[in-house]
């Protein structure tokens, strides 16, 4: 069974809380269970959050040695913001999805930069947490 890693950024711990007419009432804890429940019988998961930039690179850089065959990342706000997470990004040789539950591109001016998106095999946004299911099924859908 192949082994992927699901990365969340800054506020992902906030689900349920924050801002809910744009990231809706689903707890993190309730996602968490959601992509785990998709993920049976498909996948070995495993699901990283952090809101400090350097951990997330971290746990990018520990990809290469823990033997993860794909990631699905939402970066949150540092998708606009993270050289240095594209530069860990840039070092993987794995699939990536990178997924966001609002659609970055209509919303304010600067989160329409994304720094990683050409890294990524699949980009999911604006799909609410219905995108991460999408990209556990892009990516059962490679191997």
Excluded: W
Excluded at 62 to 70: G, N, P, Q, R, W
Excluded at 101 to 108: G, P, W
């Amino acid at each position: 069974m192949h082994k992927v890693l699901v990365i969340n950024g800054p506020n992902l711990n906030m689900l349920g809380i924050r801002e809910l007419s744009k990231y809706g009432s689903t707890s993190y804890d309730d996602l968490k269970e959601i992509i785990k429940n998709h993920s049976k019988n498909k996948f070995e998961l495993e699901i990283y959050q952090s809101n400090i930039e350097g951990e997330i690179v971290s746990k990018l850089h520990k990809i290469l040695e823990e033997h993860i065959d794909a990631l699905i990342i939402n970066p949150g706000a540092y998708t606009h913001t993270s050289i240095a997470i594209r530069d860990a990004l840039a070092a993987l040789k794995i699939p990536i999805v990178e997924v966001h539950i609002t659609d970055i591109k209509n919303r304010e001016n600067f989160r329409k930069v994304n720094l990683i998106s050409e890294l990524c095999d699949l980009t999911i946004a604006g799909k609410g947490i219905d995108g991460y299911r999408e990209g556990i099924d892009y990516l059962y859908g490679k191997n």
